[in-house]
């Protein structure tokens, strides 16, 4: 097939939908297809096995940032400046539309079987309905979920109220209704799809994401006891509240206080002096028992899973959780707190341990007994990495998209 991909941000250091662009995309090229990707900044890492479409959509911190040039200066680039001072996000709007044009160029030369979004869903997908191609997209999880724990997590009004603001989706809620197909990646997000946009179950394909099981893999973790002390690690966003930064605060300094456990945390992100993070590391007195690693390259990163006692996931929301995989595939055990689909990635009790949502207290426990018992934490860590193998491959979730497309373009004759 000739497959068009459409992914707003491509770089795979963005978040899961990076991740899932450049894993895919390799996957269906190794089935025989010809893939091209239309992609929006900061781009994803070379792609050789696709052709790549860059379009120069303005971010939100550069649109909010006054930092707009004169190569970005049009009536779209105007809407977007006023969206993003007025609280607005319009990036996926912009790159919808921009896409459109793009799908409209280079049908030209190049007649898609289907196109495919990656969590976009902006108008401009609806403008390619009347190409007359078939449409399909994956839905990681919908935003009203961000909104809602965004809100939940806000201290005043007027946080609140920004939130409102930011998240578009009641145009993500009408473009999700009018797209041939949709898949997701768990059951829950199926559920969610269904309860906030209204898309008919039947019209849902749930296929779960994959893990490169060669990058990921298992390696001899250092003997480490109490009197050394042990390590865990958080990846992720800490300035996206959902990912739960401050509660993974509070666990780390019960663990400390309470637990008198000798830990040190390391977050695989960037410390940012006006963030989330310096005023909370304070207040705690963390100061000593945190390192910040930066972006990792992904040979780093699986070491750190590979090499870590233990991975902590304090988020309040995961459509699907690729840090919990990744770090399964690398045999450390997970704890987590039992949110989206997190029950449905790990076994609890098996591959590591799920706290009641929020519960910080719990999850302290649950890091401190998996730390103090190392034939449980061994354990854990080879029922990971067989839970990986049996379920979450690339391979098996290309194929199973595959099958998407052929009775979607049947649909469409």
């Not at 309470?258 to 304070?282: F, R, Y």
């Not at 995989?325 to 591959?351: H, I, N, R, S, Y």
Request: glycine share 6%; hydrophobic share 40%.
């Amino acid at each position: 097939m000739r497959i068009c991909l459409l992914s707003y941000r491509g770089n795979m250091y963005c978040g899961g939908q990076g991740v899932y662009l450049y894993n895919l995309s390799k996957a269906l090229a190794e089935l025989g297809n010809e893939v091209h990707v239309i992609v929006g900044p900061p781009y994803p890492f070379k792609m050789k096995w696709a052709t790549v479409h860059k379009i120069k959509t303005p971010r939100f911190n550069e649109l909010n940032g006054d930092r707009i040039t004169s190569e970005n200066l049009s009536l779209l680039t105007f809407y977007e400046y006023m969206a993003a001072k007025f609280g607005n996000f319009p990036e996926i709007l912009g790159f919808s539309i921009r896409a459109f044009f793009k799908v409209k160029e280079l049908i030209r030369e190049h007649p898609f079987d289907i196109i495919h979004d990656n969590q976009c869903l902006g108008y401009g997908l609806l403008l390619m309905k009347a190409l007359h191609i078939p449409l399909i997209a994956t839905i990681h999880h919908p935003l009203p979920i961000d909104r809602q724990i965004a809100m939940y997590l806000s201290e005043d009004v007027k946080t609140k109220l920004k939130q409102i603001l930011f998240y578009p989706q009641f145009m993500q809620k009408i473009v999700a209704k009018r797209i041939n197909r949709i898949i997701t990646v768990s059951e829950f997000s199926a559920r969610e799809i269904v309860k906030h946009f209204k898309v008919p179950r039947e019209r849902i394909r749930v296929i779960h994401n994959g893990v490169d099981t060669e990058l990921f893999h298992v390696r001899e973790k250092p003997n480490r006891n109490s009197d050394e002390g042990y390590n865990i690690t958080f990846v992720g966003n800490c300035e996206n509240r959902v990912k739960g930064l401050p509660l993974l605060l509070k666990t780390l300094k019960y663990l400390k206080e309470n637990l008198k456990m000798k830990v040190k945390l390391t977050v695989v992100d960037k410390w940012k002096e006006e963030g989330i993070a310096p005023p909370l590391v304070k207040r705690y007195g963390l100061e000593n028992d945190i390192v910040f690693t930066g972006f990792l390259s992904f040979e780093e990163l699986s070491k750190q899973y590979a090499t870590t006692d233990l991975i902590i996931i304090p988020s309040l929301f995961e459509g699907f959780c690729f840090p919990a995989v990744e770090a399964m595939a690398c045999g450390t055990p997970v704890v987590a707190f039992k949110v989206g689909a997190l029950p449905q990635v790990m076994e609890d009790g098996k591959t590591g341990i799920l706290a009641d949502p929020g519960d910080w207290r719990a999850m302290a426990k649950a890091v401190a007994k998996i730390l103090k018992n190392r034939e449980l934490r061994e354990s854990m860590g080879r029922r990971g990495r067989e839970r990986v193998e049996k379920l979450f491959t690339w391979e098996n979730a290309a194929k199973q998209v595959m099958e998407v497309y052929r009775e979607t373009i049947n649909a469409h004759r």
